[in-house]
Nanobody
C-alpha cells in the first residue's frame, strides 16, 4: 500500500526557512504527481506546489512563487519543499499527497493518498 510520511516541520521566526520532506513507499508506479498542500486556520486547504516524479515538471501557487521550491531525490523516493521567507499567515499543517492525474493540480480531490501532515509555525 502507498504510504506518505512527512517530516521537517517546526517553528521558525518570520522570514526564516524550513525544509519539509515526504518519503513515499509502497508504490510500483513512478508515473505520478506529488503535491504539497497546507491547511491554514480559517481557510480551505490549498495547493502549495506539486512535481511530476518522472519529468520533474512543477507547479506553484502564486503566493509562494520565488520563495518555495519543490524537488525530488534521484531515487524518486523523497520529495522536498524548501520554504524561504516564511510569513506568520503561513502557519498551519502541511500535507504531501499523491495523484495520478488531475484537471487542476491544486485540487485536493485529485489526490488519493495523503500523509498525516507536518505542523509549521511561523512566529512574528
Amino acid at each position: 500500500q502507498v504510504q506518505l510520511v512527512e517530516s521537517g516541520g517546526g517553528s521558525v521566526q518570520a522570514g526564516g526557512s524550513l525544509t519539509l520532506s515526504c518519503v513515499v513507499s509502497g508504490t510500483s508506479n513512478d508515473y505520478y504527481f506529488l503535491g504539497w498542500f497546507r491547511q491554514v486556520p480559517g481557510k480551505e486547504r490549498e495547493g502549495v506546489a506539486n512535481i511530476h516524479m518522472i519529468t520533474r515538471s512543477t507547479n506553484y501557487a502564486d503566493s509562494v512563487k520565488g520563495r518555495f521550491t519543490i524537488s525530488r531525490d534521484n531515487a524518486r523516493s523523497t520529495v522536498y519543499l524548501q520554504m524561504n521567507s516564511l510569513k506568520p499567515e503561513e502557519t498551519g499543517t502541511y500535507y504531501c499527497a499523491r495523484a495520478t492525474n488531475y484537471d487542476r493540480w491544486y485540487d485536493p480531490q485529485s489526490y488519493s493518498y495523503w500523509g498525516q501532515g507536518a505542523q509549521v509555525t511561523v512566529s512574528s
